[in-house]
């Protein structure tokens, strides 16, 4: 299972961030996962600033496609309330029993 990601991420971080799920990250196979950002938005509040994402995580042979979200605020930074909003839904699919079915097969 390769998994692609567009924007600039090293593949050896998601191999070793995915490691311990029992996924292994190979440059030479055939099955790829591809991520998207669709939508990011910022909003400012009175003491804090959120950042929400909505991702689409999808086999690149059409086979399977599912959208996750990443919500956060944060009273410190607008870069924490992003760096939040990424962690999280990353931690959404990696905890989703159809994406590991997905990447499985």
Known sequence: M??????????QS???RTQGQGVQVSPNS???IRVKVE???LFWGSFSTRCILNVRVER????WSKSYEGNNASP???YRSVDGAVYKAVVAILQDRDFMNAISR
Not at 2 to 11: A, D, E, K, L, Y
Not at 60 to 63: A, F, L
């Open 2 to 11: 390769r998994i692609t990601m567009c924007g600039p991420v090293r593949r």
């Open 14 to 16: 998601i191999g070793e």
């Open 30 to 32: 055939q099955d790829t």
């Open 39 to 41: 939508q990011a938005g």
């Open 60 to 63: 690149k042979d059409g086979t």
């Open 76 to 78: 410190a930074s607008l």
